[in-house]
């Protein structure tokens, strides 16, 4: 099995490429971009559809040769809803920055059948989960309701001191309508940007048990098991996450043993 937590990088250009062949899994690919005003990031997948999410700064997007101008608001993640743009597969994007520029460029796989589209901060919903130390803010930029192929996209913040994916749960059986197999990515920023947080990836029979210490720029992979993290004390928690699966829909089953706080 795969590394779980890929440690940040500094410099410029691609700093995170997560493959499924890195992975050891299937479907959910996810690169991180730094870019200076003037350098550019660019691909085209055969096979794989493609996410871009503004994670901060603005940058000039083109795809499949069209234009889509000067993309991008907020110069952090913890400023408001990104701007996202939606690349069929087989179409080649690039994305030039106007200034520093962060991309996460989320992938899975595609046929090329839906447009491409940029996706506004206005066309994003937003909820509040959880009760007391468990509240979480969530976007949700690529969800089931919208269209995409494999791709299921969503950003959220947890305040310090909180806990987040918690109660623990998993989504790693191909069981519908009771649970959906869903690999997942994780890319944690922290505000302010020195803070820690924790992420726990575990099975029922903890034939996978690892317990991570995350910091700003990190990335984890969920390949399987329940996976809660948690905001330290005056550090709030960013992360981006990539889902995909066999089939396009979240269902998660949470632990039973942690259920009880559920209904408190």
Same mark, same amino acid.
């Given at each position: 099995?795969?590394?779980?937590?890929?440690?940040?990088?500094?410099?410029?250009?691609?700093?995170?490429?997560?493959?499924?062949?890195?992975?050891?899994?299937?479907?959910?690919?996810?690169?991180?971009?730094?870019?200076?005003?003037?350098?550019?990031?660019?691909?085209?997948?055969?096979?794989?559809?493609? $996410?871009?999410?503004?994670? /901060? &700064? %603005?940058?000039?997007?083109? *795809?499949?040769?069209? +234009?889509?101008?000067?993309?991008?608001? !907020?110069?952090?993640?913890?400023?408001?809803?990104?701007?996202?743009?939606?690349?069929?597969?087989?179409?080649?994007?690039?994305?030039?920055?106007?200034?520093?520029?962060?991309?996460?460029? $989320?992938?899975?796989?595609? /046929? &090329? %059948?839906?447009?491409?589209? *940029?996706?506004?901060? +206005?066309?994003?919903?937003?909820?509040? !989960?959880?009760?007391?130390?468990?509240?979480?803010?969530?976007?949700?930029?690529?969800?089931?309701?919208?269209?995409?192929?494999?791709?299921?996209?969503?950003?959220?913040?947890?305040?310090?001191?909180?806990?987040?994916?918690?109660?623990?749960?998993?989504?790693?059986?191909?069981?519908?309508?009771?649970?959906?197999?869903?690999?997942?990515?994780?890319?944690?920023?922290?505000?302010?940007?020195?803070?820690?947080?924790?992420?726990?990836?575990?099975?029922?029979?903890?034939?996978?048990?690892?317990?991570?210490?995350?910091?700003?720029?990190?990335?984890?992979?969920?390949?399987?098991?329940?996976?809660?993290?948690?905001?330290?004390?005056?550090?709030?928690?960013?992360?981006?996450?990539?889902?995909?699966?066999?089939?396009?829909?979240?269902?998660?089953?949470?632990?039973?043993?942690?259920?009880?706080?559920?209904?408190?």
């Amino acid at each position: 099995m795969a590394k779980l937590l890929l440690k940040a990088k500094t410099g410029e250009g691609r700093i995170v490429h997560v493959t499924p062949e890195t992975a050891g899994w299937t479907y959910v690919g996810f690169d991180l971009w730094k870019l200076k005003p003037g350098q550019a990031a660019k691909a085209e997948i055969k096979d794989r559809e493609t $996410c871009l999410v503004f994670v /901060s &700064g %603005k940058g000039r997007v083109t *795809v499949d040769g069209r +234009d889509l101008g000067i993309l991008g608001e !907020r110069m952090s993640p913890f400023e408001g809803k990104p701007w996202s743009v939606y690349v069929p597969a087989g179409k080649a994007w690039s994305v030039a920055a106007e200034t520093p520029l962060e991309i996460g460029v $989320c992938t899975a796989p595609g /046929s &090329g %059948k839906l447009p491409a589209r *940029v996706i506004r901060p +206005d066309d994003l919903g937003q909820e509040t !989960r959880g009760k007391g130390t468990n509240i979480r803010h969530v976007t949700n930029i690529l969800p089931e309701t919208e269209p995409a192929e494999s791709l299921l996209v969503v950003e959220v913040i947890t305040p310090g001191g909180h806990t987040s994916s918690y109660p623990p749960h998993k989504h790693d059986e191909d069981n519908l309508p009771h649970e959906s197999l869903l690999e997942e990515t994780y890319y944690h920023r922290f505000n302010p940007p020195q803070g820690f947080g924790f992420q726990r990836v575990y099975t029922d029979d903890r034939s996978l048990d690892e317990a991570m210490a995350i910091e700003d720029g990190d990335v984890t992979l969920v390949p399987k098991g329940y996976h809660p993290c948690a905001a330290t004390h005056g550090y709030d928690l960013y992360y981006l996450n990539v889902m995909a699966g066999p089939k396009r829909t979240w269902k998660f089953h949470n632990a039973k043993e942690h259920e009880w706080l559920i209904a408190r």
